[in-house]
């Protein structure tokens, strides 16, 4: 079988209802039309296939994607990082909020003795993995370094994918040691650089955005079972401009709409509360990215701006 077969065939196993939340794909599309290529969608499948073909026009473009970001595709967590205390309150955000950001990552504290590092694990195919870290990685450590004012280096920093042929690229970000074909993809700090403040220290500002997202943390979290895949397909759907409807989510769930709507009323749900609860959870979330009323109005699948701000009072009184 051809390596190309194999690849589709491993890319095939993915649910094709996943999809990579944020500005990534966007990003990579801005790059790839500047090379005469065009990509509307980024389900995982297609979002590998972006990172593939600007991988073609820059091999180390997991490295510099984040020099192509402005600040409108900050994702709000970015923006955070600013107003923390110190990098060790940044680094706390990321790790409490990275699942807002993207339901397949996962990040979290490790500690070896003095050492405090931040592992960070996804769910997708290792060939997408690669790039993603790279991304992370430098979008973690260009944030820090431009928030504190310095430009530190981590105390050594691990990869789960092989050494690439670009490996000085790697040495002038991260510094060294660096490990390869590592167990874990890790990024480990001293003490004095945790302790390193913020230029823009806010906690003022930091403690309000931390209740907004405590509070979609909140949300997101209530779901489990069914209604948390049919909420993540309601929320993938309006992100791409598209309103679910409970005949169509059932449709991707592989049920019938009333076989659907029991399940969720075994979890104490209606369809309606759910794709409220999704809609408040989005319309805060497209708000912090800067929308308009009514673009956001059109993103969540009203009609017009009015039930639009109608449905925003009634989620006030009844979520």
Known sequence: MRTEDKNLVEAAKIPAQRYHHG???????????????????????????????????DPAIGLHLFSLFTRQDWHVLAYMGFFAANVRQSLDSWVRYAGLASAMDRVRYVQDGARIGVQISLDVPSSLERYLVEHYMTM?????????????????????????????????????????????????????????????????????????LDRRLSQQERFGGVAGKVAELARQQMLQGQTPTLETLAASLHQT???????????????????????????????????????????????????????????????
């Open 140 to 212: 973690a450590l260009t944030q820090l370094r431009d928030a504190s004012g310095h430009h530190f280096m981590p105390l050594q920093v691990s990869f789960r994918h092989p050494r690439p042929d670009y490996v000085l690229e790697y040495s002038r970000l991260f510094g060294e040691p660096l490990r390869f074909s590592a167990d874990a993809n890790e990024l480990w700090f001293d003490e004095a650089t945790l302790a390193l403040p913020m230029l823009g220290r806010n906690q003022a500002l930091f403690e309000v955005v931390c209740c907004e």
């Open 23 to 57: 500005p990534v794909g966007q990003v990579l599309q801005r790059f790839l039309n500047q090379q005469g290529a065009l990509q509307d969608d980024f389900s995982l499948i297609e979002l590998e296939q972006l990172w593939q073909r600007a991988a073609q026009h």
């Open 257 to 319: 709409a009333r076989t659907l709507r029991r399940r969720l009323q075994e979890q104490g749900l209606t369809f309606r509360q759910l794709l409220d609860t999704v809609r408040a959870e989005l319309d805060s979330y497209l708000d912090m990215q800067g929308l308009s009323r009514a673009e956001i109005a059109e993103q969540l699948g009203y009609g017009d701006t009015a039930a639009y701000l109608h449905a925003r009072k009634r989620w006030a009184v009844e979520l």
